[in-house]
């Protein structure tokens, strides 16, 4: 059986998670209708419902079902992204320096600007600093699933480059909740997770394809990361890195990647939205919005993604460190800062690490609601006014 091209394999990834994307904003949409109606306390009362696991007397877990949701659900959607990530660096775009030079740069003044904006906006309220990483983030099943609205105004390079930040972007993100957002580490259960990693590595060096021992590996180390402190999702991405990429005949990180796209588009952050999104609005004015936690959360995703990514596309690209891609122009790169913009499900999750108050979690979702639609709205005005991709070419697309 032929072996999908890699542009075949681009294709379908944007397909699936433009699809996704859809369902996301179908979501985020129903969580919020019901918070602003008369069923918001029973919304609240299904998602405290206390849910239970218990193995014996070695293992107990205890959590409401919104956290289950959040530290068990997502670890699949880390458990993806790590497989992305391993892809890309090993034979995707981020393989080599010249591929990955522009959406590198791209994605660094993606976090590092927003970051800076909201620490600058909050820096008189202390107590919301923590929240500094809740606008770095860019939601890549959102801002493709717009991106897949626009048709063939969107050439396919461009959609490429959004994925490759996106890509750099969870790395940063999943960098940031590893050193900021863990606490009262408990060093008996991260000691314990050494050995199901142990197991995967010898699984990897002995070339075993099956793809069930590394589920079951991975569900211990879950729940040893779990009891460790450290965000539980993080083993997610571990156990990835540990699937090979090719083992003979056999292709186990593409097979598991083809295998739980529909499920983590369709299923895993939907429910997420659903869980996450709903904020009430109820007696909250203009003054709500101004806050410092979500005008600094609006304003990271709105202003600081333009001037991260698009600065530094500009920069690198006016000193000749990276060049933009085949028929991608100026208009287009600005479009996608502004869609990157769009931070939603990486900002609420990371907004959920940051604060526990139920004041500043509204805030959050505030900041991030309307941070995204507003980022949204500019990104697809601003690309809905490009010319059909293939009419410009050669010098001209570097001026348009």
Known sequence: MTQP???????????SESAGGI??????????????????????GFLATPVNFTAGDLVTIDKPLVLWINDGLMALFFFLIGLEVKREIVTGQLRNWKQASLPVYAAIGGMAVPALVFVAINAGSPENIRGWAIPAATDIAFALGLLALLGSRVPVALKALLLAIAIIDDIGAIAIIALFY??????????????PAAG?????????????????????????????????TLSGVVTAMFVPIATGEERPLERLEHALHPWVAFLVLPIFAFANAGVSFAG??????????????????????QIGIFGACWIAAKTGMATLPPEVTWRHVYGLSCLAGIGFTMSLFI?????????????????????????ALIGMTVLAGTPRAGRIIGKDALHA
């Open 351 to 375: 907004g959920g690490l940051a604060f526990v108050d139920p004041t500043q979690v509204d805030a959050v979702k505030m900041g991030v609601l309307s941070g995204s639609l507003v980022s």
């Open 200 to 232: 995967m590595l010898l699984l990897n060096r002995f070339g075993v394809a099956r793809t069930i021992p590394y589920f079951l590996l991975g569900a211990f180390l879950w729940i040893c990361v779990l009891k460790s402190g450290v965000h539980a």
């Open 284 to 305: 909250a004015g203009l003054e709500a919005l101004l806050a410092p936690l979500s005008l600094g959360i609006a304003a990271g995703l709105v202003v600081g993604k």
């Open 5 to 15: 091209t890699p542009t075949e394999r681009l294709r379908a990834f944007i397909s």
């Open 23 to 44: 369902m996301l904003i179908v979501a985020a949409t129903i969580a919020l209708a019901i918070a602003n109606s008369s069923l918001l306390s029973q919304y609240q």
């Open 182 to 195: 863990t606490e009262n580490m408990n060093l008996s259960a991260l000691a314990l997770a050494l050995v």
